[in-house]
Protein backbone atom coordinates (compact mmCIF):
# COMPACT_ATOMS: atom_id res chain seq x y z
CA UNK A 1 0.00 0.00 0.00
CA UNK A 2 0.98 3.56 -0.73
CA UNK A 3 0.88 6.27 2.20
CA UNK A 4 -2.10 8.69 2.38
CA UNK A 5 -1.44 11.92 3.19
CA UNK A 6 -3.16 14.54 5.27
CA UNK A 7 -4.31 17.18 3.23
CA UNK A 8 -3.76 20.64 4.83
CA UNK A 9 -7.23 21.39 4.43
CA UNK A 10 -8.56 18.62 6.49
CA UNK A 11 -7.89 20.44 10.15
CA UNK A 12 -10.83 23.17 9.20
CA UNK A 13 -12.84 21.16 7.49
CA UNK A 14 -13.65 17.77 9.24
CA UNK A 15 -15.90 18.82 11.79
CA UNK A 16 -18.39 19.64 9.37
CA UNK A 17 -18.40 16.03 8.94
CA UNK A 18 -19.71 15.39 11.88
CA UNK A 19 -21.92 17.30 12.50
CA UNK A 20 -24.34 16.56 9.14
CA UNK A 21 -27.20 13.84 8.69
CA UNK A 22 -26.22 10.74 6.91
CA UNK A 23 -28.09 11.98 3.66
CA UNK A 24 -27.89 15.32 2.65
CA UNK A 25 -29.54 16.63 -0.05
CA UNK A 26 -27.55 19.50 -1.83
CA UNK A 27 -29.07 20.32 -4.96
CA UNK A 28 -31.77 19.25 -7.48
CA UNK A 29 -29.64 16.56 -9.50
CA UNK A 30 -28.82 15.21 -6.17
CA UNK A 31 -33.06 15.09 -5.83
CA UNK A 32 -33.15 13.02 -8.97
CA UNK A 33 -30.91 10.59 -7.82
CA UNK A 34 -31.96 6.64 -7.60
CA UNK A 35 -33.48 5.31 -4.27
CA UNK A 36 -31.01 2.70 -2.87
CA UNK A 37 -32.83 -0.25 -0.63
CA UNK A 38 -32.35 -0.26 2.39
CA UNK A 39 -30.07 -2.58 4.14
CA UNK A 40 -31.64 -5.21 7.03
CA UNK A 41 -31.10 -3.93 10.47
CA UNK A 42 -27.24 -5.39 11.94
CA UNK A 43 -26.16 -5.69 8.02
CA UNK A 44 -22.54 -4.59 7.83
CA UNK A 45 -21.95 -1.31 5.81
CA UNK A 46 -19.26 -0.71 3.80
CA UNK A 47 -18.05 2.81 1.67
CA UNK A 48 -16.00 2.92 -1.20
CA UNK A 49 -15.07 6.52 -1.53
CA UNK A 50 -13.01 7.69 -4.46
CA UNK A 51 -9.79 6.15 -4.75
CA UNK A 52 -6.70 8.44 -5.71
CA UNK A 53 -5.51 8.37 -8.93
CA UNK A 54 -3.02 10.82 -10.67
CA UNK A 55 -5.27 10.01 -13.71
CA UNK A 56 -7.84 12.98 -13.85
CA UNK A 57 -11.73 11.23 -13.15
CA UNK A 58 -9.85 7.81 -13.25
CA UNK A 59 -10.13 7.06 -9.13
CA UNK A 60 -14.15 8.16 -9.44
CA UNK A 61 -14.53 5.89 -12.14
CA UNK A 62 -12.51 2.93 -10.27
CA UNK A 63 -14.92 3.41 -6.76
CA UNK A 64 -17.96 3.27 -8.99
CA UNK A 65 -17.48 0.09 -10.57
CA UNK A 66 -15.96 -1.35 -7.24
CA UNK A 67 -19.16 -0.59 -5.84
CA UNK A 68 -21.09 -2.18 -8.82
CA UNK A 69 -19.47 -5.33 -8.66
CA UNK A 70 -19.62 -5.31 -5.01
CA UNK A 71 -23.29 -4.82 -4.97
CA UNK A 72 -23.88 -7.75 -6.84
CA UNK A 73 -21.18 -10.21 -5.30
CA UNK A 74 -23.06 -9.76 -2.27
CA UNK A 75 -26.15 -9.83 -1.21
CA UNK A 76 -27.78 -7.12 0.57
CA UNK A 77 -28.62 -9.13 3.78
CA UNK A 78 -24.63 -9.76 4.45
CA UNK A 79 -22.62 -6.26 3.08
CA UNK A 80 -24.75 -3.04 2.54
CA UNK A 81 -22.43 -1.20 -0.01
CA UNK A 82 -23.13 2.59 0.51
CA UNK A 83 -24.62 4.50 -2.35
CA UNK A 84 -22.35 6.80 -4.49
CA UNK A 85 -25.32 9.63 -3.86
CA UNK A 86 -24.77 9.39 0.04
CA UNK A 87 -21.14 9.57 -0.19
CA UNK A 88 -21.32 12.69 -2.31
CA UNK A 89 -23.76 14.78 -0.01
CA UNK A 90 -21.67 14.02 3.23
CA UNK A 91 -18.46 15.40 0.70
CA UNK A 92 -20.06 18.38 -0.68
CA UNK A 93 -21.85 19.85 2.03
CA UNK A 94 -19.06 19.62 4.39
CA UNK A 95 -16.56 21.16 1.64
CA UNK A 96 -15.02 18.37 0.23
CA UNK A 97 -15.00 17.52 -3.77
CA UNK A 98 -16.65 13.85 -4.13
CA UNK A 99 -14.54 13.22 -7.33
CA UNK A 100 -11.38 13.58 -5.36
CA UNK A 101 -9.99 10.88 -3.09
CA UNK A 102 -10.20 11.71 1.19
CA UNK A 103 -6.97 11.74 3.14
CA UNK A 104 -7.52 9.07 5.76
CA UNK A 105 -8.96 11.32 8.89
CA UNK A 106 -11.74 12.19 6.31
CA UNK A 107 -12.23 8.65 5.12
CA UNK A 108 -12.45 7.43 8.59
CA UNK A 109 -14.76 10.22 9.86
CA UNK A 110 -16.87 9.90 6.54
CA UNK A 111 -17.49 6.15 7.15
CA UNK A 112 -18.43 6.91 11.08
CA UNK A 113 -20.80 9.24 9.82
CA UNK A 114 -22.44 6.78 7.37
CA UNK A 115 -22.61 4.40 10.23
CA UNK A 116 -20.13 2.30 8.18
CA UNK A 117 -18.17 -0.49 9.84
CA UNK A 118 -15.74 -0.72 7.04
CA UNK A 119 -14.25 1.48 4.33
CA UNK A 120 -12.13 1.01 1.43
CA UNK A 121 -9.01 2.97 0.09
CA UNK A 122 -6.86 2.43 -2.56
CA UNK A 123 -4.90 4.07 -5.53
CA UNK A 124 -5.60 3.64 -9.36
CA UNK A 125 -3.22 4.04 -11.98
CA UNK A 126 -3.37 2.82 -16.05
CA UNK A 127 -0.34 1.79 -17.85
CA UNK A 128 -0.71 0.64 -21.20
CA UNK A 129 -3.82 0.22 -21.49
CA UNK A 130 -3.86 -2.02 -17.83
CA UNK A 131 -5.74 -0.97 -14.95
CA UNK A 132 -3.84 -1.43 -11.74
CA UNK A 133 -5.66 -1.34 -8.22
CA UNK A 134 -4.19 -1.30 -4.86
CA UNK A 135 -6.21 -1.51 -2.50
CA UNK A 136 -7.09 -2.41 1.56
CA UNK A 137 -10.30 -3.21 4.31
CA UNK A 138 -10.11 0.00 7.03
CA UNK A 139 -11.27 -0.34 10.14
CA UNK A 140 -14.10 2.82 10.49
CA UNK A 141 -13.89 2.79 14.32
CA UNK A 142 -9.93 2.82 14.49
CA UNK A 143 -7.66 3.12 10.78
CA UNK A 144 -4.68 2.04 12.50
CA UNK A 145 -6.74 -1.87 11.57
CA UNK A 146 -5.68 -1.99 7.90
CA UNK A 147 -6.05 -5.41 5.82
CA UNK A 148 -4.23 -5.13 2.62
CA UNK A 149 -5.85 -6.56 -0.61
CA UNK A 150 -4.18 -7.95 -3.20
CA UNK A 151 -3.21 -5.75 -6.09
CA UNK A 152 -5.87 -6.28 -8.99
CA UNK A 153 -5.13 -5.80 -12.40
CA UNK A 154 -7.19 -5.70 -15.66
CA UNK A 155 -6.95 -4.50 -19.46
CA UNK A 156 -10.68 -2.86 -18.66
CA UNK A 157 -11.49 -1.33 -15.10
CA UNK A 158 -14.23 -3.53 -14.39
CA UNK A 159 -12.08 -6.49 -14.59
CA UNK A 160 -9.66 -5.06 -11.90
CA UNK A 161 -12.42 -4.27 -9.49
CA UNK A 162 -14.02 -7.16 -10.14
CA UNK A 163 -10.87 -8.78 -8.56
CA UNK A 164 -11.04 -6.81 -5.66
CA UNK A 165 -14.51 -7.92 -5.13
CA UNK A 166 -13.22 -11.33 -4.75
CA UNK A 167 -10.35 -10.49 -2.98
CA UNK A 168 -12.88 -8.47 -0.55
CA UNK A 169 -15.15 -11.41 -0.38
CA UNK A 170 -11.95 -13.87 0.99
CA UNK A 171 -10.70 -10.57 3.65
CA UNK A 172 -14.05 -10.49 5.23
CA UNK A 173 -14.28 -13.97 5.93
CA UNK A 174 -12.08 -13.07 9.46
CA UNK A 175 -13.98 -10.18 10.67
CA UNK A 176 -16.59 -12.53 12.54
CA UNK A 177 -13.40 -13.99 15.11
CA UNK A 178 -11.92 -10.64 14.61
CA UNK A 179 -14.73 -9.05 16.09
CA UNK A 180 -14.29 -11.78 19.14
CA UNK A 181 -10.66 -11.02 19.57
CA UNK A 182 -10.82 -7.62 19.77
CA UNK A 183 -14.16 -7.77 22.33
CA UNK A 184 -12.08 -10.19 24.27
CA UNK A 185 -8.94 -7.74 24.15
CA UNK A 186 -11.44 -5.28 25.83
CA UNK A 187 -12.49 -7.40 28.49
CA UNK A 188 -8.58 -8.84 29.28
CA UNK A 189 -9.54 -12.30 28.24
CA UNK A 190 -6.12 -12.82 26.58
CA UNK A 191 -6.73 -16.67 26.13
CA UNK A 192 -9.97 -15.91 24.52
CA UNK A 193 -8.62 -13.29 21.81
CA UNK A 194 -5.74 -15.88 20.97
CA UNK A 195 -8.29 -18.22 20.30
CA UNK A 196 -10.36 -16.44 18.09
CA UNK A 197 -7.57 -14.42 16.48
CA UNK A 198 -5.86 -17.45 15.10
CA UNK A 199 -9.40 -18.53 13.86
CA UNK A 200 -9.57 -15.30 12.36
CA UNK A 201 -5.98 -16.36 10.62
CA UNK A 202 -7.49 -19.67 9.70
CA UNK A 203 -10.58 -17.83 8.05
CA UNK A 204 -8.13 -15.47 6.09
CA UNK A 205 -4.23 -16.74 5.70
CA UNK A 206 -3.36 -13.45 5.23
CA UNK A 207 -5.32 -11.51 7.63
CA UNK A 208 -3.36 -8.89 9.78
CA UNK A 209 -6.30 -8.14 11.93
CA UNK A 210 -6.02 -11.62 13.27
CA UNK A 211 -2.14 -11.76 13.63
CA UNK A 212 -2.40 -7.81 15.34
CA UNK A 213 -4.84 -9.19 17.68
CA UNK A 214 -2.83 -12.14 18.48
CA UNK A 215 0.32 -10.14 19.18
CA UNK A 216 -1.63 -8.20 21.34
CA UNK A 217 -3.09 -10.89 23.80
CA UNK A 218 0.94 -12.45 23.63
CA UNK A 219 2.05 -9.00 25.09
CA UNK A 220 -0.47 -8.98 27.47
CA UNK A 221 0.14 -12.86 28.74
CA UNK A 222 3.94 -11.52 28.78
CA UNK A 223 4.55 -14.64 25.72
CA UNK A 224 7.95 -15.19 24.62
CA UNK A 225 9.08 -12.12 23.23
CA UNK A 226 10.44 -14.07 20.01
CA UNK A 227 7.23 -15.16 19.79
CA UNK A 228 5.73 -12.13 19.22
CA UNK A 229 8.42 -10.88 17.32
CA UNK A 230 7.59 -13.76 14.86
CA UNK A 231 3.67 -12.88 14.49
CA UNK A 232 4.52 -9.36 13.85
CA UNK A 233 7.07 -9.99 11.37
CA UNK A 234 4.81 -12.14 9.17
CA UNK A 235 1.88 -9.13 9.82
CA UNK A 236 4.39 -6.85 8.33
CA UNK A 237 5.75 -8.71 5.38
CA UNK A 238 1.99 -8.59 4.11
CA UNK A 239 1.58 -4.48 4.89
CA UNK A 240 5.01 -2.95 5.76
CA UNK A 241 2.99 -0.15 6.97
CA UNK A 242 0.83 -1.51 9.37
CA UNK A 243 1.05 0.84 12.41
CA UNK A 244 0.10 -1.71 15.15
CA UNK A 245 2.40 -4.39 14.29
CA UNK A 246 5.41 -1.73 13.89
CA UNK A 247 4.51 -0.73 17.67
CA UNK A 248 3.98 -3.95 18.80
CA UNK A 249 7.38 -4.81 17.49
CA UNK A 250 9.28 -1.49 17.51
CA UNK A 251 8.66 -2.27 21.94
CA UNK A 252 9.42 -6.15 21.56
CA UNK A 253 12.51 -5.54 20.09
CA UNK A 254 13.46 -2.77 22.84
CA UNK A 255 12.16 -5.15 25.41
CA UNK A 256 14.73 -7.92 24.29
CA UNK A 257 17.86 -5.26 24.01
CA UNK A 258 17.96 -5.83 20.15
CA UNK A 259 18.61 -1.84 19.91
CA UNK A 260 19.36 -1.90 16.06
CA UNK A 261 16.35 -3.73 15.16
CA UNK A 262 14.77 -1.50 17.89
CA UNK A 263 15.86 1.46 16.49
CA UNK A 264 15.11 0.73 12.60
CA UNK A 265 11.22 -0.18 13.64
CA UNK A 266 10.81 2.77 15.59
CA UNK A 267 12.29 4.99 12.50
CA UNK A 268 9.87 2.92 10.39
CA UNK A 269 6.99 3.63 12.72
CA UNK A 270 7.67 7.71 12.64
CA UNK A 271 9.03 8.17 8.76
CA UNK A 272 5.30 6.07 7.92
CA UNK A 273 3.28 8.16 10.79
CA UNK A 274 4.75 11.91 11.05
CA UNK A 275 1.79 13.58 12.36
CA UNK A 276 0.69 10.44 14.75
CA UNK A 277 2.38 12.95 18.42
CA UNK A 278 2.14 10.12 20.69
CA UNK A 279 3.84 6.92 18.53
CA UNK A 280 6.96 10.29 17.24
CA UNK A 281 7.33 10.93 21.16
CA UNK A 282 7.52 7.43 22.20
CA UNK A 283 10.03 6.25 19.43
CA UNK A 284 12.01 9.62 19.39
CA UNK A 285 12.42 8.56 23.29
CA UNK A 286 13.26 5.04 22.23
CA UNK A 287 15.71 6.13 19.67
CA UNK A 288 17.68 8.39 21.60
CA UNK A 289 17.75 6.30 24.75
CA UNK A 290 19.62 3.72 22.17
CA UNK A 291 22.80 2.75 21.83
CA UNK A 292 22.83 3.76 18.03
CA UNK A 293 20.92 6.14 17.26
CA UNK A 294 22.77 6.76 14.68
CA UNK A 295 21.27 4.09 12.45
CA UNK A 296 17.70 6.08 12.62
CA UNK A 297 19.21 9.09 10.74
CA UNK A 298 19.67 7.01 7.20
CA UNK A 299 16.04 6.19 7.05
CA UNK A 300 14.17 9.76 8.13
CA UNK A 301 16.88 10.70 5.63
CA UNK A 302 15.21 9.09 2.72
CA UNK A 303 12.19 9.66 3.96
CA UNK A 304 12.01 13.24 3.74
CA UNK A 305 14.70 13.21 0.00
CA UNK A 306 11.21 10.88 -0.58
CA UNK A 307 8.56 13.84 0.46
CA UNK A 308 10.59 17.13 0.38
CA UNK A 309 8.86 19.67 1.67
CA UNK A 310 7.09 18.10 4.32
CA UNK A 311 7.10 19.81 7.46
CA UNK A 312 6.59 16.52 9.96
CA UNK A 313 9.26 14.78 8.31
CA UNK A 314 11.50 17.94 8.37
CA UNK A 315 10.93 17.55 12.54
CA UNK A 316 11.03 14.12 12.65
CA UNK A 317 14.77 14.69 10.45
CA UNK A 318 15.77 17.11 13.27
CA UNK A 319 15.08 15.01 16.16
CA UNK A 320 16.75 11.98 15.10
CA UNK A 321 19.42 13.96 14.28
CA UNK A 322 19.61 15.50 17.99
CA UNK A 323 19.20 12.19 19.35
CA UNK A 324 22.31 10.67 17.17
CA UNK A 325 24.65 13.62 18.54
CA UNK A 326 24.97 14.67 14.94
CA UNK A 327 24.86 18.20 15.53
CA UNK A 328 26.13 19.84 11.79
CA UNK A 329 23.32 18.28 10.55
CA UNK A 330 20.66 18.41 13.11
CA UNK A 331 21.15 22.34 13.16
CA UNK A 332 20.32 22.15 9.53
CA UNK A 333 17.76 20.27 9.61
CA UNK A 334 16.56 22.40 12.28
CA UNK A 335 16.99 25.78 10.02
CA UNK A 336 14.81 24.10 7.56
CA UNK A 337 12.33 23.15 9.75
CA UNK A 338 11.67 27.30 11.30
CA UNK A 339 11.28 27.59 7.76
CA UNK A 340 8.92 25.55 6.82
CA UNK A 341 6.42 25.42 9.67
CA UNK A 342 6.63 28.19 11.56
CA UNK A 343 3.69 27.01 13.83
CA UNK A 344 6.55 24.35 15.12
CA UNK A 345 9.03 27.40 16.23
CA UNK A 346 7.99 27.14 19.80
CA UNK A 347 10.23 28.01 23.23
CA UNK A 348 11.41 23.65 23.06
CA UNK A 349 12.71 24.04 19.45
CA UNK A 350 14.75 27.14 20.39
CA UNK A 351 16.01 24.67 23.46
CA UNK A 352 16.92 22.15 20.92
CA UNK A 353 18.61 24.35 18.34
CA UNK A 354 20.38 26.14 21.02
CA UNK A 355 22.37 23.14 22.04
CA UNK A 356 22.95 22.14 18.49
CA UNK A 357 24.87 24.85 18.10
CA UNK A 358 26.49 24.88 21.85
CA UNK A 359 27.42 21.09 21.35
CA UNK A 360 28.86 21.92 18.11
CA UNK A 361 31.24 24.77 19.40
CA UNK A 362 29.02 27.75 18.52
CA UNK A 363 28.47 29.46 21.63
CA UNK A 364 27.46 33.07 19.66
CA UNK A 365 25.13 31.04 17.28
CA UNK A 366 23.39 29.27 20.12
CA UNK A 367 23.36 32.88 21.85
CA UNK A 368 21.79 34.40 19.08
CA UNK A 369 19.48 31.19 18.41
CA UNK A 370 18.14 31.82 22.12
CA UNK A 371 17.73 35.99 21.09
CA UNK A 372 15.19 34.61 18.59
CA UNK A 373 13.35 32.93 20.88
CA UNK A 374 13.54 35.19 23.63
CA UNK A 375 12.26 38.04 21.07
CA UNK A 376 9.23 35.92 19.95
CA UNK A 377 8.35 34.40 23.46
CA UNK A 378 9.07 37.74 25.88
CA UNK A 379 7.51 36.19 28.78
CA UNK A 380 8.52 33.01 28.79
CA UNK A 381 10.77 32.43 31.71
CA UNK A 382 11.79 29.02 31.21
CA UNK A 383 13.57 30.21 27.49
CA UNK A 384 14.97 33.33 29.77
CA UNK A 385 16.88 31.32 31.79
CA UNK A 386 18.20 29.40 28.65
CA UNK A 387 19.42 32.86 27.04
CA UNK A 388 21.29 33.42 30.51
CA UNK A 389 23.02 30.31 30.08
CA UNK A 390 24.01 30.42 27.00
CA UNK A 391 25.10 33.80 26.94
CA UNK A 392 27.37 32.65 29.54
CA UNK A 393 28.82 30.45 27.59
CA UNK A 394 28.99 32.61 24.63
CA UNK A 395 31.43 35.12 27.19
CA UNK A 396 28.22 37.79 27.81
CA UNK A 397 28.74 37.36 31.40
CA UNK A 398 27.03 40.19 32.68
CA UNK A 399 24.49 39.93 29.35
CA UNK A 400 23.42 36.35 31.29
CA UNK A 401 23.34 37.96 35.14
CA UNK A 402 20.40 40.46 33.66
CA UNK A 403 18.52 37.61 31.24
CA UNK A 404 18.73 35.49 35.00
CA UNK A 405 17.40 38.29 36.88
CA UNK A 406 14.68 38.54 34.70
CA UNK A 407 13.60 35.77 34.47
CA UNK A 408 13.52 35.21 38.09
CA UNK A 409 11.29 38.19 38.63
CA UNK A 410 8.60 36.65 36.40
CA UNK A 411 9.20 33.17 38.20
CA UNK A 412 11.01 33.48 41.30
CA UNK A 413 10.49 29.84 42.55
CA UNK A 414 12.47 28.80 39.15
CA UNK A 415 15.55 26.67 40.58
CA UNK A 416 17.37 26.40 37.04
CA UNK A 417 17.26 30.27 36.95
CA UNK A 418 19.31 30.67 40.48
CA UNK A 419 21.74 28.55 39.33
CA UNK A 420 22.62 30.40 35.98
CA UNK A 421 22.56 33.50 37.88
CA UNK A 422 24.51 32.06 40.63
CA UNK A 423 27.17 30.51 37.62
CA UNK A 424 27.45 34.32 36.04
CA UNK A 425 27.95 35.81 39.42
CA UNK A 426 30.17 32.79 40.40
CA UNK A 427 32.42 33.94 37.07
CA UNK A 428 32.78 37.44 37.36
CA UNK A 429 34.14 36.73 40.94
CA UNK A 430 31.25 37.82 43.39
CA UNK A 431 31.20 34.55 45.46
CA UNK A 432 28.62 35.91 48.00
CA UNK A 433 26.60 36.57 45.50
CA UNK A 434 26.41 33.88 44.43
CA UNK A 435 25.85 31.99 47.45
CA UNK A 436 22.95 34.52 48.12
CA UNK A 437 21.48 32.97 44.85
CA UNK A 438 21.91 28.91 45.65
CA UNK A 439 20.69 29.65 48.77
CA UNK A 440 17.28 31.05 47.29
CA UNK A 441 17.56 28.08 44.92
CA UNK A 442 17.03 25.80 48.08
CA UNK A 443 13.74 25.55 49.42
CA UNK A 444 12.17 24.45 45.58
CA UNK A 445 15.24 22.60 44.43
CA UNK A 446 14.74 18.30 43.78
CA UNK A 447 17.19 16.29 44.95
CA UNK A 448 18.97 16.08 42.18
CA UNK A 449 19.21 20.12 42.07
CA UNK A 450 19.93 20.14 45.37
CA UNK A 451 23.37 17.79 44.92
CA UNK A 452 23.91 20.40 41.77
CA UNK A 453 23.84 23.18 44.14
CA UNK A 454 26.01 21.32 46.73
CA UNK A 455 28.65 21.07 44.02
CA UNK A 456 28.65 24.79 43.27
CA UNK A 457 29.08 25.56 47.00
CA UNK A 458 32.30 23.55 46.57
CA UNK A 459 33.58 24.60 44.01
CA UNK A 460 33.01 28.32 45.48
CA UNK A 461 34.17 27.14 48.79
CA UNK A 462 37.45 25.96 46.77
CA UNK A 463 37.82 29.40 44.98
CA UNK A 464 37.82 30.86 48.46
CA UNK A 465 40.65 28.46 50.10
CA UNK A 466 42.86 29.06 47.28
CA UNK A 467 42.31 32.61 47.87
CA UNK A 468 43.24 32.50 51.29
CA UNK A 469 46.09 30.17 50.82
CA UNK A 470 47.34 33.01 48.79
CA UNK A 471 46.84 36.25 50.27
CA UNK A 472 47.30 34.30 54.01
CA UNK A 473 43.92 36.37 54.82
CA UNK A 474 41.73 34.70 57.67
CA UNK A 475 38.79 36.60 56.19
CA UNK A 476 39.26 33.82 52.85
CA UNK A 477 39.66 31.11 55.37
CA UNK A 478 36.61 31.88 56.88
CA UNK A 479 34.72 32.62 53.99
CA UNK A 480 35.69 29.32 53.06
CA UNK A 481 34.79 27.38 56.11
CA UNK A 482 31.20 28.81 56.14
CA UNK A 483 30.40 27.97 52.30
CA UNK A 484 31.97 24.80 52.82
CA UNK A 485 29.71 23.83 55.45
CA UNK A 486 26.95 24.78 53.58
CA UNK A 487 27.75 22.81 50.73
CA UNK A 488 28.40 19.37 52.86
CA UNK A 489 24.84 20.46 55.00
CA UNK A 490 22.91 19.73 52.09
CA UNK A 491 24.72 16.92 50.20
CA UNK A 492 28.09 15.42 52.12
CA UNK A 493 30.98 14.78 50.34
CA UNK A 494 34.27 13.89 51.83
CA UNK A 495 36.01 16.70 49.56
CA UNK A 496 34.03 19.55 51.13
CA UNK A 497 35.24 17.94 54.27
CA UNK A 498 38.83 18.12 54.17
CA UNK A 499 38.79 21.45 52.30
CA UNK A 500 36.49 22.91 55.48
CA UNK A 501 38.56 21.36 57.90
CA UNK A 502 42.27 22.53 56.19
CA UNK A 503 40.76 26.11 55.87
CA UNK A 504 39.92 25.92 59.78
CA UNK A 505 42.95 24.84 60.40
CA UNK A 506 44.83 27.74 59.07
CA UNK A 507 42.74 30.00 60.87
CA UNK A 508 43.63 28.10 64.08
CA UNK A 509 47.39 28.36 63.13
CA UNK A 510 47.11 31.73 62.08
CA UNK A 511 45.30 32.96 64.98
CA UNK A 512 47.67 31.22 67.39
CA UNK A 513 51.16 33.13 65.79
CA UNK A 514 49.15 36.36 66.16
CA UNK A 515 47.88 35.89 69.81
CA UNK A 516 51.55 35.03 70.84
CA UNK A 517 51.70 39.15 70.93
CA UNK A 518 47.93 39.80 71.23
CA UNK A 519 47.46 37.04 73.98
CA UNK A 520 43.10 37.51 73.28
CA UNK A 521 40.61 35.63 75.26
CA UNK A 522 38.39 35.70 71.96
CA UNK A 523 41.03 35.03 69.46
CA UNK A 524 42.13 31.76 71.63
CA UNK A 525 38.27 30.84 71.96
CA UNK A 526 38.26 31.48 68.16
CA UNK A 527 41.17 29.10 67.64
CA UNK A 528 40.34 26.36 69.76
CA UNK A 529 36.77 26.10 67.93
CA UNK A 530 38.43 26.20 64.39
CA UNK A 531 40.99 23.32 65.48
CA UNK A 532 37.73 21.33 66.46
CA UNK A 533 36.31 21.40 63.18
CA UNK A 534 39.97 20.75 61.78
CA UNK A 535 40.21 17.82 63.63
CA UNK A 536 36.58 16.73 62.99
CA UNK A 537 36.87 16.74 59.33
CA UNK A 538 40.41 16.77 58.01
CA UNK A 539 40.13 13.44 58.18
CA UNK A 540 37.63 12.85 55.27
CA UNK A 541 40.68 13.52 52.95
CA UNK A 542 42.36 10.05 53.47
CA UNK A 543 39.89 8.67 51.11
CA UNK A 544 40.90 10.99 47.95
CA UNK A 545 44.37 12.65 49.21
CA UNK A 546 45.43 10.55 51.88
CA UNK A 547 49.52 11.96 51.81
CA UNK A 548 48.02 15.71 52.52
CA UNK A 549 45.59 14.74 54.56
CA UNK A 550 48.66 12.80 56.68
CA UNK A 551 50.17 15.96 56.88
CA UNK A 552 47.66 18.57 57.55
CA UNK A 553 46.64 16.26 60.72
CA UNK A 554 50.56 15.94 61.86
CA UNK A 555 50.25 19.59 61.76
CA UNK A 556 46.95 19.70 64.03
CA UNK A 557 49.10 17.39 66.21
CA UNK A 558 51.70 19.92 66.41
CA UNK A 559 49.59 23.24 66.97
CA UNK A 560 46.72 21.40 69.29
CA UNK A 561 48.86 21.43 72.28
CA UNK A 562 49.78 25.41 71.60
CA UNK A 563 46.48 26.38 71.13
CA UNK A 564 44.69 24.75 74.37
CA UNK A 565 47.27 26.65 76.56
CA UNK A 566 46.62 29.51 74.96
CA UNK A 567 43.09 29.24 75.86
CA UNK A 568 43.43 28.28 79.28
CA UNK A 569 46.25 30.61 79.75
CA UNK A 570 44.35 33.98 78.52
CA UNK A 571 40.51 32.73 78.70
CA UNK A 572 41.21 32.19 82.67
Known amino acids: MKAFRLQASIAGQVVLLAGLAVSVPVSSSAQQRTRVQAPPEGTSRFVVPALRSKEKGLGVQAADAIRSRLAQDFPLKELYVIDKNNISGILEASGFQPNEAPDRVTARLLAQQLRADQYLEGVVSKEGGNYRIESAMVLARDNAWVQPLPVAEGGRLLEAATKVSRSLQEARKQLPNTEKCVNALRDGKNDVAMTTARAAIAAYPNSTYGRVCLAQAMVNTKAPIDSVIAITGKTLEIDPRNKLALQIAAQAYTDSKNEDKAVETWTQLVAYYPTDVKAVET ?274 AQFGPAIEGQFKKFCK
Open 283 to 556: AVREIAASGNPRQAAPIIRKAVEENPGDPNLVRLNFLILLAAREWKTAITAGEDMARLDTAAVDTIFFNRLATAYASDSQPQKAAETTARGVAKFPNNAALLTLHARVLKQAGQTQQSVEMARRALAMEPKNVTGWLSLADAQAELNLPDSAVAALQMAMPNATDAEKQAIAQRLLIIGNGAYKAGTASKNRADFTRAVNILALSDSISATPQAKFLRGVSAFQIAASIAQENQSAKDCALARTAQDMMVIAQINVPAGGSFAPEPAKQVLGQI
